[in-house]
């Protein structure tokens, strides 16, 4: 055998060791849980301060050990045509081209990476000072290569924009963190997702629509208001005249009772408008906390909601604003509350107003809710149509069928996970005559 040959031969394996290498550590540190490898420090254990600090360098990182990788299959793939012109024909030169690539790709690529996914943060601890040494090598090159990148971007009008996490995306790791390990319970789990979630959120997501809303028409007779008062159960009611967008006042029904008690409980002798409170009216793109902290200061809990226009959108009361953080507040009036019944045969029966973060919350489902905010709008959202009663469609792990409507308003539906049904539908059942 040539000794060049065998020193040839210790140099790709020295390229293919490091390249698992860069792939471990590259793969490790965009998948290590930042609190993880918090707590492994605080144990003491060496390199988890280093593999923090890769972590907190995102993109930088990741470009660096990159490049590494590329550098490494490079500099393999020249050591082996080298080694190539000493084989005897072209088929065999061939041969041993691609058996040179699957041990790179198995052994360099495939195998590392999987390793380093199922334990990130172990694998980041173990590697973090070969990837430092690495990052500082090549960091310089490839911010370079990665600035000549973001300025051909800018001659076609985008920009590189480096996606850094938020604290409350550093917050939300940590509670999942504890909540797979058990050491937070779900309740806590939904109450602290709950407050970190409404920095997100704006008014007109948990509001009660305009179609849910109870109000009273203030030409009504006052025994007839009574009557809608008492049957309502609600304790604050928007009074209207002429359209329901002219709200007049909210009438509270301790009021009412009182100017019962005074006028010896003869409703006709009742001028409902003496008795109503100002309305106050908050725009529907207002942020969840500043509302919040609208309530607070106002000492009010209760208010309209309307559009840019000024037309009524629904309301929204303190009530709704706590129920994000702490679920549904249940009385002996919401049985149903919920609008989600559980069928024996694994599916449910869902109100098409429910809210999906209601659901998530309620089932750990991981339904999107940036497009539609209810059920009824998700399933319009992707099916790029108003249903049928009849039609179902398939999505994000269930089967929906509409089961009742309202004019162009889904009202009731079924919820079946495709993981229980025997056997899984088209991705969409539509039928002729369905609304465009």
Same mark, same amino acid.
């Given at each position: 055998?040539?000794?060049?040959?065998?020193?040839?031969?210790?140099?790709?394996?020295?390229?293919?060791?490091?390249?698992?290498?860069?792939?471990?550590?590259?793969?490790?540190?965009?998948?290590?849980?930042?609190?993880?490898?918090?707590?492994?420090?605080?144990?003491?254990?060496?390199?988890?301060?280093?593999?923090?600090?890769?972590?907190?360098?995102?993109?930088?990182?990741?470009?660096?050990?990159?490049?590494?990788?590329?550098?490494?299959?490079?500099?393999?793939?020249?050591?082996?045509?080298?080694?190539?012109?000493?084989?005897?024909?072209?088929?065999?030169?061939?041969?041993?081209?691609?058996?040179?690539?699957a041990i790179f790709g198995l052994l360099g690529l495939f195998l590392p990476g999987a390793y380093a996914?199922?334990?990130?943060?172990?694998?980041?601890?173990?590697?973090?000072?070969?990837?430092?040494?690495?990052?500082?090598?090549?960091?310089?090159?490839?911010?370079?290569?990665?600035?000549?990148?973001g300025w051909l971007l800018g001659l076609s009008g985008l920009r590189d924009e480096e996606d850094m996490?938020?604290?409350?995306?550093?917050?939300?790791?940590?509670?999942?963190?504890?909540?797979?390990?058990?050491?937070?319970?779900?309740?806590?789990?939904?109450?602290?997702?709950?407050?970190?979630?409404?920095?997100?959120?704006?008014?007109?997501?948990?509001?009660?629509?305009?179609? @849910?809303?109870?109000?009273?028409?203030?030409?009504?007779?006052?025994?007839?208001?009574?009557?809608?008062?008492?049957?309502?159960?609600?304790?604050?009611?928007?009074?209207?005249?002429?359209?329901?967008?002219?709200?007049?006042?909210?009438?509270?029904?301790?009021?009412?009772?009182?100017?019962?008690?005074?006028?010896?409980?003869?409703?006709?002798?009742?001028?409902?408008?003496?008795?109503?409170?100002?309305?106050?009216?908050?725009?529907?793109?207002?942020?969840?906390?500043?509302?919040?902290?609208?309530?607070? @200061?106002?000492?009010?809990?209760?208010?309209?909601?309307?559009?840019?226009?000024?037309?009524?959108?629904?309301?929204?009361?303190?009530?709704?604003?706590?129920?994000?953080?702490?679920?549904?507040?249940?009385?002996?009036?919401?049985?149903?509350?919920?609008?989600?019944?559980?069928?024996?045969?694994?599916?449910y029966l869902v109100d098409g107003a429910v809210p999906i973060r209601d659901l998530n919350r309620a089932?750990?489902?991981?339904?999107?809710?940036?497009?539609?905010?209810?059920?009824?709008?998700?399933?319009?959202?992707?099916?790029?149509?108003?249903?049928?009663?009849?039609?179902?469609?398939?999505?994000?792990?269930?089967?929906?069928?509409?089961?009742?409507?309202?004019?162009?308003?889904?009202?009731?539906?079924?919820?079946?996970?495709?993981?229980?049904?025997?056997?899984?539908?088209?991705?969409?059942?539509?039928?002729?005559?369905?609304?465009?």
């Amino acid at each position: 055998m040539n000794p060049g040959h065998g020193s040839l031969g210790i140099a790709v394996l020295a390229l293919l060791l490091l390249l698992a290498l860069l792939t471990a550590a590259r793969t490790a540190i965009a998948e290590a849980s930042r609190a993880r490898l918090v707590e492994i420090q605080k144990r003491g254990v060496r390199g988890a301060e280093t593999a923090l600090r890769l972590r907190a360098l995102n993109g930088r990182a990741d470009a660096a050990l990159a490049l590494g990788q590329m550098l490494a299959v490079g500099l393999a793939g020249l050591v082996a045509a080298m080694l190539l012109p000493g084989l005897p024909s072209l088929p065999g030169a061939v041969a041993a081209g691609l058996g040179l690539a699957a041990i790179f790709g198995l052994l360099g690529l495939f195998l590392p990476g999987a390793y380093a996914r199922k334990r990130p943060e172990r694998t980041a601890v173990m590697v973090s000072g070969a990837a430092a040494l690495c990052i500082a090598v090549l960091g310089p090159p490839a911010a370079a290569l990665g600035a000549v990148a973001g300025w051909l971007l800018g001659l076609s009008g985008l920009r590189d924009e480096e996606d850094m996490p938020s604290v409350h995306d550093e917050l939300r790791e940590a509670i999942d963190l504890h909540a797979q390990e058990g050491t937070v319970i779900k309740n806590d789990r939904d109450m602290l997702s709950g407050i970190l979630a409404m920095q997100d959120l704006r008014v007109a997501d948990i509001m009660v629509h305009r179609t @849910k809303m109870t109000m009273i028409d203030g030409a009504d007779e006052p025994r007839e208001i009574v009557a809608k008062v008492l049957k309502s159960g609600h304790t604050r009611i928007p009074v209207w005249t002429d359209t329901p967008d002219n709200i007049i006042g909210v009438l509270h029904a301790k009021n009412l009772f009182a100017a019962l008690q005074e006028h010896g409980g003869d409703a006709g002798k009742i001028d409902i408008e003496d008795i109503l409170l100002p309305p106050w009216f908050v725009p529907d793109t207002r942020a969840i906390p500043d509302q919040l902290n609208a309530f607070l @200061k106002r000492k009010s809990h209760f208010a309209i909601v309307v559009d840019e226009y000024g037309e009524v959108q629904g309301l929204v009361t303190l009530e709704d604003i706590i129920e994000e953080i702490v679920g549904d507040i249940k009385d002996e009036d919401d049985a149903l509350a919920s609008g989600v019944i559980p069928k024996p045969d694994g599916s449910y029966l869902v109100d098409g107003a429910v809210p999906i973060r209601d659901l998530n919350r309620a089932f750990d489902w991981s339904l999107p809710d940036e497009e539609a905010n209810t059920i009824a709008g998700l399933v319009i959202h992707e099916a790029r149509m108003i249903p049928d009663v009849g039609q179902a469609f398939n999505f994000h792990g269930f089967r929906f069928e509409i089961l009742k409507k309202r004019r162009h308003q889904i009202t009731a539906l079924r919820m079946s996970p495709l993981s229980r049904l025997a056997t899984p539908a088209l991705d969409a059942e539509t039928q002729p005559g369905a609304d465009a």
